[in-house]
């Protein structure tokens, strides 16, 4: 039980060297020569560091998600170029869900609320964010803690989503739930 445990440990660790130290620098999928050998090296290695990693998912070139243990990643989504998926909370992305590039997702926060303590020994907060299924999130979207998009939505481009969006909605703007179009 233990040697099992520790040989698992072993291979996520030489899955993130390997993932950090090449897969994340290969060529996008749609690159010129059309070889997908970047796509495919990612995928084989990113089932071996996340939670879930979905058949048919894909990450892009330049992915960072720090050691990947709280995501999880549903059948035939796709993680756009260079996306950064930060902190300690678990993210779970659902089925058929698309990000354009530079898409930030945050699941931690400092704690602000005192004047009189320094930001710094405020501590923080960690909340999940869930991403349901068949969602395509727009270029340069922020998505920040506790934050659930429902099915079939549609966030656009630079959008900052703060609260919730529900289901089929199509969102973008830079405050609270951004504006409906």
């Known amino acids: 039980m233990r040697l099992t445990r520790y040989m698992s440990k072993c291979v996520r660790l030489?899955?993130?060297?390997?993932?950090?130290?090449?897969?994340?620098h290969l060529p996008a999928s749609y690159n010129p020569f059309g070889l997908g050998i970047g796509?495919?090296?990612?995928?084989?290695?990113?089932r071996?560091?996340?939670l879930r990693y979905g058949r048919g998912a894909g990450v892009e070139r330049g992915v960072?998600?720090?050691?990947?243990?709280h995501i999880a990643v549903g059948a035939y989504s796709g993680i756009g170029i260079d996306a950064r998926l930060h902190g300690p909370g678990n993210i779970t992305v659902g089925d058929h869900?698309?990000?354009?590039p530079d898409v930030v997702i945050v699941t931690g926060n400092h704690r602000f609320g005192d004047v009189g303590e320094p930001i710094q020994g405020q501590g923080g907060d960690v909340a999940p964010v869930v991403i349901e299924d068949d969602v395509w999130i727009g270029i340069r979207v922020t998505i920040l803690p506790g934050?659930?998009?429902g099915r079939?939505?549609?966030?656009?481009a630079g959008a900052v989503v703060t609260k919730?969006?529900?289901?089929f909605a199509i969102v973008g703007g830079c405050s609270g739930q951004g504006h409906r179009l």
């Open 147 to 149: 934050v659930t998009i």
């Open 97 to 100: 869900m698309m990000f354009a």
């Open 14 to 24: 030489l899955a993130l060297v390997l993932y950090y130290g090449c897969a994340r």
């Open 164 to 167: 919730d969006i529900p289901p």
């Open 152 to 156: 079939g939505s549609v966030i656009g």
């Open 48 to 50: 071996r560091i996340f």
């Open 64 to 69: 960072y998600f720090g050691i990947g243990n």
């Open 39 to 46: 796509r495919r090296l990612r995928a084989a290695l990113c």
